[in-house]
Structure formats: structure tokens, C-alpha cells
């Protein structure tokens, strides 16, 4: 048998809550490591700065009241933006709303939408009064980078990446070509200059008045962070041959506003981006970021966005928009990290824990959370229409969601989406004769749970181009005899499970429970051995009264 090749360490809190069990998962690590060989980014990382907080509200309506009045803390209390169906009705709003003094401090004719100042509540009737039935209201939401995360260090997916992202991922040493003839746009606070962006193309636009940019505050650098994650050199980039065009939409405190997000999505559109990343959110839903998102699918354009830091059930605007790639962060140990926001919106899993990335002008820095996770799928994006021409900008993000490896809950779930980016499968989905069981994860099923049984499912999935015939695992528990048990056969990306009924008893403190379990195809060599085992211990663990 072989050596186990990771440790799987979950620790779960039993609790009884109306006849049902609660569990909570820590950490679990990835059964494959990169190569030594690596670059190394040679400078010292400097500490990440700290992150503007903005906490979320989950009870934001989309539609405005008769108040006006916005939710604390997430919107502008002295904005609405006004948006029309119709180019008449939105030319005559403006039309009347100049003649009655009304204060219009940006207006946009692709968006049909208007961002009005206005000083009361009674402004706010009589701008609804002018505007007619024919438009919607909106509060204006604050935008904002994601928090910062601070994983503790016994936590849940803490494991850092450092300088082995792109080895992890799968990306070889000579990538030098990816992203060639296409432009990605990244809305963020803007790209500084950069060693690791020497000879990149960047096209500098600016929607903000940023008060800091000639003295520069801590927060500055995240675009540029985004950036080298995308095109840098030095070992971070994945497609370094890319174009890139920065469109400040947050302020060097890493805030920002909807409606010049919205404008940010059309200026990138419309200067030929083909790829829009955004390491940003807000958490509130407005008509004239939901056209801006339309827009943008309407010419194709694949649109990638974080879904937050709060390690909260929610996902932040635009990553909660249908067609948005909602971007969840995951550590070197293929574990969801605790401060990732996980929900429906999530799309894929990412690199988000520690990884290096550029600063402000020469500087380095370990950077984590899902604004460091949403670039990788952005560059991965890049590369994949670099490396196919047939490819337009929305075939290559399916396939780039087709080709992640299943994790957590088998298939689509609330933590990885789809799964966990992959771009060795991406790149190589066209190769014949790859063969490769992969022990995918193991996985506490919660929803089945109760006071009697747990069930554990070992997952298993093909992550080869051909069909597997008579696949089995290997399963021993708790050191004793192995089982093996015979899965039958899996199509390409299939996913399987063999599921073990567990007694709580079994995992209490004083027993104690580990796993090990490996793959094995009867027939062909397995082309990537390295992801066959997994093994693991569990235990519960039982609160104080």
C-alpha cells in the first residue's frame, strides 16, 4: 500500500438542537504537492495592509421605500440612483430634472441610469415625483474591497500558498506566451508600477476623485496585487503576456460606490476588455449594476468577481449575479478557507491563502482572501483563449468551471462551486489517454445526519479524458484490515462516492477515528499517481453545558 500522502485533520462539535446533530469542519489537506522548482519571488513580503471593514446586511431590499432611508453603513444616505426601461423616459428625467435644479451628479445613456444627490427626504419625493413611474430607485451601495481576513492559526484552511500558487494549479515553468492578444480589465484602486508588470500593457483609467493618489494611503496597492496575480512576472502571473487595462472604481481606501462600478463595467466593455476581474463587492442590489452585467454578457465578455471575506452564508454584488463567476478562497490544502463566504453564488474555488503578490511600486506581500482568488480564475481565463482562438471570452469560463476538481459536497456546492481550479485539466482537456482516479475528498454528510448515524462519503472522480472502467478504493479504518471497494465505472469529470455509516460513538474523544483511503484502476497506469490517497482522523468533540 502506498504511504499516505496528507493528513486530513477535522475536528467537529456535536450538538443536540432539536433532535438533530451540528457539526463544524477545521481544516483537511490536499493529497498532492507542487514541485520544488518553483520560482521564487526573491523579495521579502511585506505585511498586508489593513482592509476598510464593511459588514454585510442580508435584508437589503432591491426596491427603495417611501423612506428613502438607506441601511446603515452599506449605502450613501444622501444618493439615489434613478434607472429607466426606455431611452425616452430616461432623456426626459434628465431634461426636467435640469430645469428643476435637481442635482444629477453623474448620468450614464448606456446605463439609462442617473446618480442624484439629494439633501432630505422630501428631495428624495420630489426626485421620484420627476422621474415618473417609469423608473426604478435605488440606494447607492458602498463598494468595498473584501475585509481582511485573520484566519486564526488552529483554524480552517490556514495553509499558505507563499511562492507555489501557479505549480499548484498546474502551470508550467514556461508560460511565458500565455494571455498573448488578450486584454483583461481589472475595477479596483488602480496599478501602480512594478517590476513584476515591467513590459506589461496597461491602459490607465481613472471614474474616482481619489484624494490620496498623490500621497499614497496602505490600501493602494490591492490593484496592483490583482494585477500581478494576472500578468506579473516573477513566478505570480498566469498569463504574463496579457494586456491589461485598470479602471479605478475604489479609492486608495479601497472604497468605492454601484454606479461607478456599473460605469467601470461598461468603460471596460466598451475599450475592449475581454475579461473583467473584480476583487470587490457591495451588499446591495442595484438595477444599473444588474444592465452593466448584461451588457457585458451581451458582447461576450467573462465577467469574475470575489464573493467576500465575512466567512458568512452571502455572497456580495456583482458575484450574486447570474452570469458573474463567484470566486470563493481555498488554502494549499484544498480546504475552503474559514474566512471565505460561502453560498449559491459561488462558482469555483481559488488560491487565497498567503499567496505572494506585488505592492505599491517595488513592494511584495502574502497576499490572502478571495481578492487574491478571483485574478487566478481571471488569468486562467486569459490563458485559455490565448491557447484556443475558437474560444470566445464565455466558452473559455465554462470550460474553465467544466474542468475544476469536484471537492467538498460531491458536485455543485455552497463552499467550491463547481470545484477547485485546476488549469492542468484546462490546459490539457484535449489530450488522449489521460488517466486519473483521484481521491477527491472526504465528506461528512450533514444533511443525513443524526443522533444514530453520520455518514462519511469517500469521493472519488475521473479527472482524465477517458472513461474509467472497474475503479475501486481502498478504505482502511482505524489501522485495521483494508476493504476494497469496487465503484465501477466513471466517465471524464464523474464523480463517485462510497458512503461509510458512522456511529457518533465511534468518533468520541476517548475512541477516535482515522481514514485511509486510495484509488486504484484495473487496467491503465494512472497518469497523475499524485492525487490517489488521502488519510485522515476525526474526532468529536463535546461542548461545555
Keep these: ?67 428613502f432611508s438607506p441601511p446603515e ?49 422630501s428631495e428624495a419625493d420630489r426626485v421620484r415625483a420627476i422621474a415618473g413611474e417609469d423608473a426604478q430607485f435605488d440606494y447607492n451601495y458602498i463598494v468595498a474591497a473584501p475585509t481582511t481576513p485573520q484566519p486564526s492559526v488552529s483554524g480552517q484552511g490556514n495553509q499558505a500558498f507563499n511562492n507555489q500558487a501557479l505549480a499548484w494549479l498546474g502551470v508550467p515553468d514556461d508560460h511565458s506566451t500565455w494571455g498573448a492578444g488578450i486584454t483583461v480589465a481589472i475595477l479596483d484602486t488602480g496599478i501602480s508600477s512594478h517590476s513584476s508588470l515591467d513590459g506589461v500593457e496597461i491602459e490607465r483609467i481613472s471614474l474616482i476623485d481619489d484624494n490620496a493618489q498623490n500621497g499614497r494611503s496602505e490600501y493602494s496597492g490591492h490593484g496592483t496585487a490583482v494585477a500581478s496575480i494576472i500578468a506579473g512576472s516573477s513566478g505570480t502571473g498566469i498569463a504574463p ?19 461607478t462600478l456599473a460605469e467601470g463595467i461598461i468603460r471596460a466593455v466598451d475599450s475592449g476588455a475581454e475579461v473583467i476581474s473584480m476583487s470587490l463587492g457591495s451588499y446591495g442590489y442595484t438595477r444599473a449594476l444588474q444592465d452593466a452585467v448584461d451588457y457585458a454578457h451581451s458582447k461576450n465578455v467573462a465577467l469574475v468577481a470575489s464573493v467576500g471575506n465575512d466567512g458568512s452564508y452571502a455572497a456580495p454584488y456583482p458575484a450574486q449575479l447570474e452570469g458573474v463567476i463567484g470566486v470563493s478562497a481555498v488554502d494549499a490544502e484544498s480546504q475552503r478557507a474559514a474566512f471565505s463566504n460561502y453560498s449559491s453564488a459561488v462558482d469555483i474555488g481559488a488560491p487565497g491563502v498567503g499567496v505572494y503578490a506585488a505592492w505599491n511600486d517595488n513592494d511584495w506581500t502574502r497576499f490572502s482572501g478571495t481578492s487574491a482568488a478571483a485574478p487566478y480564475v481571471s488569468g486562467t481565463i486569459a490563458a485559455t483563449l490565448s491557447l484556443d482562438s ?21 458536485g455543485i456546492d455552497i463552499e467550491v ?4 481550479l485546476n488549469l492542468d485539466r484546462v490546459v490539457n482537456r484535449d489530450e488522449s489517454h489521460i488517466f486519473d482516479a483521484a481521491l477527491a475528498d472526504f465528506y461528512l454528510d450533514l444533511d443525513q445526519a443524526n443522533e444514530s448515524t453520520i455518514p462519511l462519503l469517500v469521493n472519488v472522480q475521473n479527472r482524465g479524458t477517458e472513461r474509467l472502467n472497474n475503479v475501486s478504493v481502498i478504505v482502511t479504518e482505524n489501522d485495521g484490515i483494508p476493504q476494497r471497494v469496487y465503484l465501477g465505472s466513471l466517465m471524464e469529470s464523474e464523480t463517485t462516492s462510497h458512503t461509510i455509516y458512522l456511529d457518533p460513538s465511534q468518533l468520541m474523544p476517548e475512541a477516535g477515528y482515522t481514514i485511509f483511503a486510495e484509488t486504484v484502476i484495473n487496467g491503465p497506469e494512472d497518469s497523475r499517481a499524485g492525487n490517489d490517497a488521502r488519510s485522515g482522523s476525526l474526532q468529536l468533540q463535546v461542548p461545555d453545558p
Excluded at 37 to 47: D, F, G, K
Excluded at 79 to 84: G, I, N, P, R, T
Excluded at 99 to 112: Q, S, Y
Design 1 to 67: 500500500m502506498k504511504r499516505p500522502v496528507a493528513i486530513l485533520i477535522i475536528v467537529l462539535i456535536l450538538a443536540y438542537c432539536g433532535g438533530r446533530l451540528s457539526y463544524h469542519w477545521f481544516a483537511q489537506t490536499k493529497s498532492d504537492s507542487p514541485p520544488e522548482s518553483t520560482p521564487v519571488v526573491s523579495a521579502e513580503p511585506s505585511s498586508l495592509p489593513a482592509e476598510p471593514t464593511l459588514a454585510p446586511s442580508f435584508e437589503v431590499e432591491a426596491i427603495m421605500d417611501d423612506s
Design 73 to 121: 453603513d452599506i449605502a450613501f444616505s444622501d444618493e439615489l440612483l434613478v434607472s429607466f426601461d426606455n431611452d425616452s423616459s430616461y432623456q426626459r428625467f434628465l431634461e426636467n430634472a435640469a430645469r428643476e435644479g435637481i442635482n444629477v451628479m453623474r448620468a450614464n445613456d448606456r446605463l439609462r441610469s442617473a446618480r442624484v444627490g439629494i439633501s432630505d427626504e
Design 390 to 410: 475558437k474560444l470566445n471570452p464565455v466558452d473559455a469560463a465554462e470550460i474553465v468551471l467544466d474542468y475544476a476538481d469536484d471537492a467538498s459536497a460531491p
Design 241 to 259: 503576456a496579457s494586456d491589461l487595462i485598470s479602471i479605478q472604481v475604489m479609492d486608495s481606501d479601497g472604497l468605492g460606490d454601484s454606479f
Design 417 to 420: 462551486g463547481q470545484g477547485i
